[in-house]
């Protein structure tokens, strides 16, 4: 620590030039959270949390709440100070909260402004005349589920000394489950308008001017203040703080949801706080508290947290998290109430934390708990820890499967899982040959285990019948299962994976490929190398040897596009070189059929496809990956290796040398070249080519092992930076009376066609990868990626409404990005149409004025009648649709408004007029004339707004 007498000589002079000044205003810190009051409805409890100075005579209120829909914004009433227990004397707290409904899905920005802040901010130029703001987002979408804003569990009040470390924690938590991060952000005194000549609070000004040497201004006078906040605890950290005064910080508390494996931004609160540093002869507390926690649901976790001072003042030790309210079986940190304890040399106070852990805790990410250490200096200094607790599903537990030789099916069976009241669904997971791993807190299926997703079910289901997608399980594998069990989201989770159960290889009556190895990489003079067993377990008795063999090729890496045979009639061989192949872009896959002695069918093999190697441009390195769908395992725990090859350009499979090999039991299907072969690094000019041998087994000791396989030569070279070609797209803007003569009106979900074609140009088509595909819901919206693929469509599908726009982006081997493609917007296509007589009288039937449907509840039957006579075919094609909202008017004959509905909340847009005037009296038969104002749901502007004018006859 740095000298204490100097930095008081420094104070001195400090303070000797500041004017005195009077703290006239009242606000320290504040935030506005969010919660939706049903999942149902749009409307939200918008809640301002304020901490104020009490030392002010003024009150909190006469600020505008803003609710970022176009609504008129709330003036907030005056509220007088609060003082829950556990703040300061100097700290009050007020809090306003008010129901408000948004008009629908989308991002909202809900803001508040008041006037002013402090006099005397340091960090903020004429502060007094400076309006505090803060705003928190939110977005409502019917995709991304029910959400609402984190909650922040501990106050802004601690203040800091000169030297001395300062630390704060909001203690925030999503009730939801989502994910948090955390990240600075500039105060502000207006929407996008920040605090006047901001400075972050360890600028070098602050401690020049009381004397501070910047570069040891640290607490261990090592270093330069650092003020900082970790993006994962929330933890704020300022070590440590200048010249004494106020100081104005904000942060954003950043919500983020995982979606099918991709984390989705759901909003953010901003806190804006004060800072209060003093001159003190205090050093702060300290906190030792455990490494973090992974425990299966139902263990118990128990352990202490140990507070010390080093002027050994008395400690209060506090714990801050969800868990501490959680229902049922909530955590404890006893003893309590928290009290201040003694502390001297060889005494620690002490606190004990508790908690029994079920199936309901589990979740995907951690628990945050956050320990706060007090002492009882002037100024109280506090320390912040946190602990994160992650708590998982257990394992499934696996019966031994069953065979059935007949139907080349597997029945797989398992207990009732011990947390199925939580659980959603168990996911089966299969690979060849046996494999050995034992779960450290590594929840679902690591994909180093070679294991593949077979089939997901209910989680009261207890069996699983794999018949190899309808293809039959291979003739000679060794098939083994596992289970995982998930989580509904947001919370979300993965159990550990069970242990593994595995069959007895299968009875290898059919023919069994046991190589598909690419000889020569060539677009014309292309070779494959391909061998299989012969069907050595078949009854003799039933299928007479010798045998014949069929052999059929077609592209992919499975399925039957292009199937042809490999060569004309049977052969008794059991090996093929299939030549004049495109080996350089094409993968291929293979499949042999025997016939005995007889000529009679014994049975089809299973598909097996060569070994398919791609290579991706990085600074310095190339990295490669590599794939095959073959029924043997080539991610072997007994033949992990697989070997790598390289060479310079063009050169052939003779001409490549081994350069390494890959443990793909351990880093999978994946190498990256820096330059380790002979400690060459890559020359950047320099074109690189690769090959990959791979290494595997059916798990059968009848059938020989390694199964060695080469893939294709492929080349690359490091620091490629070259984009590939821009993409087009293909497709046409839709045609609306096609959809809409073909829909019904109870249409909820929608589909967008993308279609687009690879470059012609050679140079541009060989190297594109994928296709990165981006979507906004409106051209004023940011584009955020939503898919990534190898083909030339996509269809987007469950969508609320077709209205979206899109481009596309190419992706070469080296990552490299094209030029997104021309945006192309398919809109919805709007329909509004209302009749012109109704006759409320009680019939049931047109008893109300209301725009076309088809709600009156009748499928379509032989008739296709409703029950007033309607065609419902023709009512389907005139119902509403894509329709916002409706401002309806009716006037009499002389040009009296009579009537006025407009749709919005309950109201709904199709009006159900019942002929009343709009002081509840029923209007007099006859004809009236209506204006109805309509919004529809479109991207095009020019689209979104009509007016229908017509009349209607009311008959009584």
Known sequence: MFSRAMRIFGLVLFLSSLPVIGWATHIRAGEITLRRLDCTSLTFRVTINMYTDTGSPIKFGDGDLRFGDGSDPIRTPERPNTFPPGLPAEVGFVTFSVDHTFPGPGRYTISYLEANRNEGVLNIANSVNTTFYIETQIIIDPFLGCSNTPVLLIPPVDKACTGVAFFHNPGAFDPDGDSLS???????????????????????????????????????????????????????TWDAPGAPGEYNIAFKIIEWRKINGVWINQGYVVRDMQIIVEDCNNQRPELEVPTDFCVVAGETINFDVFGTDPDFDSVKIEAFSQIFSINPSPATFTPTPIRFQRTAPGIKARQTFTWNTLCDHIKDQPYQVNFKITDKGRPALVQFKTVNIRVVGPPPVLNAPTLNLATRSAQVTWQNYVCRDRAVTMQVWRRVDSSTFTPDCVTGMPDFLGFTLI???????????????????????????????????????????????????????????????????????????????????????????????????????????????????????????????????????????????????????????????????????????????????????????????????????????????????????????????????????????????????????????????????????PNDDVPPCKPEFTMTAR???????????????????????????????????????????????????????????????????????????????????????????????????????????????????????????????????????????????????????VDFKVYNRWGKEVYRYVSGGERSIYLDWDGRDNNGNELTAGIYFYSADVTFDMIDPASQNKTLKGWVHLVR
């Open 455 to 717: 089939g997901t079910v209910p989680i009261g289901t207890t069996t699983f019948t794999d018949n190899n997608g309808g293809a039959g399980l291979a003739s000679g594998a060794k098939y083994c299962y596992r289970l995982v069990a998930l989580f509904p989201q947001p919370g979300g989770g993965e159990s550990l994976v069970s242990q593994e159960v595995c069959l007895p290889p299968i009875l290898a009556d059919l023919p069994a490929i046991t190589n598909v190895s690419v000889e020569v990489t060539d677009r014309t003079g292309g070779q494959i190398f391909i061998r299989w067993t012969r069907p050595f377990e078949a009854d003799p008795a039933q299928f007479p040897p010798p045998y014949t063999y069929e052999l059929h090729r077609a592209e992919g890496f499975s399925g039957t596009i292009n199937l042809v045979p490999a060569f004309p009639g049977r052969r008794s061989d059991t090996t093929f070189l299939d030549t004049q192949l495109n080996t350089k872009d094409l993968i291929y896959n293979y499949r042999v059929i025997a016939y005995d002695n007889n000529n009679v069918k014994v049975g089809e093999s299973a598909t097996a496809s060569a070994v398919r190697l791609e290579a991706a441009s990085r600074f310095k390195q190339i990295d490669l990956t590599w794939a095959a769908d073959v029924p043997w395992s080539n991610n072997s725990q007994s033949f992990p290796l697989h070997d790598i090859y390289r060479g310079p350009e063009n050169a052939t499979e003779a001409q490549l040398v081994q350069i390494d090999v890959v443990n793909v039991a351990q880093f999978a299907f994946n190498y990256s070249d820096v330059g380790q072969f002979n400690n060459q690094p890559l020359v950047e000019t320099q074109e690189y080519c690769y090959r990959v041998r791979t290494r595997g087994t059916y798990g059968n000791p009848k059938i020989p092992a390694p199964l060695e396989n080469f893939s294709q030569i492929i080349c690359a070279t």
């Open 182 to 236: 955390y990240e600075f952000t500039i105060p502000k005194k207006d929407k996008n308008s920040n605090a006047n000549a901001y400075l972050n609070p360890n600028d070098k000004s602050f401690y020049d001017r009381i004397g501070l040497n910047y570069g040891t201004a640290n607490e261990a006078g090592t270093g330069s203040p650092i003020f900082n906040i970790d993006p994962v605890t929330g933890t704020i």
């Open 735 to 885: 045609d609306c009376q096609e959809f809409i003569n073909s829909s019904s009106c109870g249409v909820n979900l929608y589909s967008n066609t993308l279609s687009w074609q690879r470059p012609l140009d050679l140079a541009c088509r060989d190297d594109i990868r994928n296709y990165r595909i981006l979507m906004a819901n409106r051209l004023t919206e940011e584009f955020t990626e939503i898919a990534i693929v190898a083909d030339t469509f996509f269809v987007h599908a469950n969508l609320p409404s077709f209205a979206a726009c899109y481009k596309i982006i190419a992706v070469d081997r080296a990552g490299n990005e094209s030029v997104a493609s021309d945006v192309f917007c398919f809109d919805n296509c709007p329909y509004y149409e209302l009749p012109n007589v109704f006759t409320p009288n009680n019939d049931e039937c047109n008893d109300v004025f209301s725009a076309y449907s088809d709600r009156i509840g009748i499928v379509i039957g032989e008739s296709g009648i409703g029950p007033c006579g309607q065609d419902l075919t023709d009512l389907r094609k005139r119902c509403a649709r894509f329709v916002q909202k």
